[in-house]
């Protein structure tokens, strides 16, 4: 009993030895150090995959939008899509964009439109949920990004 005792009181004693010996931890980022920074969302994005409903749909691989760094946008191989022609594009927010805003040359109306971006193998890609037409339709747009 006596040698549980001075066990218990032993690993005490080396407990409280080692937490008060430890330096308080400071947090070296903080709001006034951090800042985030802009998504970079020019490149030339492939679509690679299409749903509508959550079904998969045919193979568009061959269609392209290419967002330019001059905020403005070329399609390739179009397809049906919220817009049909070369524009200019823009985004909600720069360090935190959920829509894109695409505004085809030659017309006034702005098509906005909610996006999505996450990293899958170590590659970029963007979504683009739409609803053209009817409203109960809803269509995802995979884009991955095209790298040179």
């Known amino acids: 009993m006596k040698l549980n005792m001075r066990f218990t009181m032993g690993v005490f004693f080396t407990l409280a030895i080692a937490v008060s010996s430890c330096d308080t ?10 800042s985030e920074v802009a998504k970079k969302i020019n490149a030339n994005w492939q679509l690679s ?29 179009y397809l049906p899509f919220i817009v049909k022609g070369n ?13 894109l805003l695409l505004k ?18 170590g590659k970029r890609q963007m979504t683009i949920t739409l609803s053209p037409g009817c409203h109960t339709n809803k269509y995802i747009y995979t884009f991955k990004q095209v790298t040179e």
């Open 25 to 34: 931890f400071k947090d070296e980022i903080t709001p006034e150090n951090y």
């Open 49 to 77: 995959a299409v749903s509508r409903n959550g079904i998969d749909m045919m193979d568009f691989t061959r269609f392209h939008i290419v967002l330019n760094e001059d905020n403005t946008y070329e399609i390739e191989n």
């Open 87 to 99: 524009g200019s594009w823009s985004v909600d927010d720069p360090i935190y964009p959920f829509h």
């Open 104 to 121: 085809e040359n030659g017309t006034e109306k702005e098509v906005k439109t909610l996006i999505g971006f996450r990293t899958v193998d």
